[in-house]
């Protein structure tokens, strides 16, 4: 059996300015907390596999063969310079005991009586100017066959 209460006998009706009874936030709700771990979790495995990816994509490159193309290896069949099939780590541990001090060692023949005036970078070379004997040239060499790549003769105007 349940007694009513009389209205008179009630809980007095507040005009407001009360606190209400408090309520559970949305991060104290334990669905909430256990959707938030899987994300925290998902989110870490998918940083480790970047991570993973680049560092293998950095080692796949540098172990990968020296990219050349047949019009380059004909080019340098041509000028009997040797065409490489080592790989860039191959080249990058050679570099060091070519000339024994860390550097690659290369030989440009030059015309006989030919001098070298001056010696410029530019884009995967060298460019090297020299005087033969009354006429001007420009060779650019590559820097990493020691081929010429370009040959520029400049002559005076008759």
């Not at 809980?11 to 994300?39: C, F, K, M, Y």
């Not at 480790?48 to 540098?62: E, M």
């Not at 690659?104 to 030919?114: D, I, K, N, R």
């Not at 995967?124 to 020691?146: F, K, P, S, W, Y």
């Amino acid at each position: 059996m349940t007694s009513k209460v009389p209205p008179s006998q009630s809980a007095p009706e507040t005009d407001g300015n009360e606190a209400e009874p408090a309520s559970t936030s949305w991060i104290e709700q334990p669905e909430t907390v256990r959707r938030l771990q899987i994300l925290v979790i998902a989110l870490g495995a998918v940083l480790i596999l970047g991570f993973a990816t680049v560092i293998g994509r950095i080692a796949y490159l540098a172990l990968q063969p020296a990219e050349t193309t047949v019009a380059d290896t004909q080019k340098r069949a041509q000028q009997g310079v040797e065409t490489p099939t080592s790989t860039r780590s191959d080249l990058a541990a050679q570099s060091g005991s070519a000339a024994g001090n860390g550097t690659t060692e290369f030989v440009v023949s030059l015309p006989e009586g030919a001098t070298v005036k001056s010696m410029s970078p530019v884009a995967n070379g060298i460019l090297v100017h020299i005087d033969t004997g009354g006429q001007t040239e420009a060779l650019v060499i590559d820097t990493e066959t020691g081929a010429i790549k370009s040959r520029f003769r400049f002559t005076p105007d008759k």
